[in-house]
């Protein structure tokens, strides 16, 4: 079975860093998409960043553009968000991503993505 398992979520002050990280199993990684998206209470889903199937391409939200770094290490099968300076506005749960693709570009649209996983909570303190 495919899993996503995100770790390295937790409360921070203002300004900290954290990185998070999804190891994925139950599929060839190498030809998925991986991608992040987080969720405040009541608020939608949101893209966050993405990285293509060999790490090529990256794309990100423009809310978190040169604060955080998506990579993947395909030795370890997992994706990485590294996130600094961080805002209490980026409080939410995290969730890790992944689509399977044939190509080489990233996903911001989180319907076409096939697994996910159960989410880790990012909370940053004022």
């Known amino acids: 079975q495919v899993q996503l398992e995100e770790s390295g979520g937790g409360l921070v002050q203002a300004g900290g860093s954290l990185r998070l990280s999804c190891e994925a199993s139950g599929l060839i990684f190498s030809s998925y998409i991986m991608g992040w998206f987080r969720q405040a209470p009541g608020k939608e889903r949101a893209f966050v960043a993405a990285?293509?199937?060999?790490?090529?391409?990256?794309d990100y939200a423009d809310s978190v553009k040169g604060r955080f770094t998506i990579s993947r290490d395909s030795a370890k099968n997992t994706v990485y968000l590294q996130m600094n300076g961080l805002k209490p506005e980026d409080t939410a749960v995290y969730y890790c991503a992944a689509r399977k693709t044939n190509g080489y570009s990233t996903s911001r649209i989180p319907e076409t993505y096939d697994y996910w996983g159960r989410g880790t909570q990012v909370t940053v303190s004022s």
């Open positions: 990285v293509s199937r060999n790490g090529g391409s990256l």
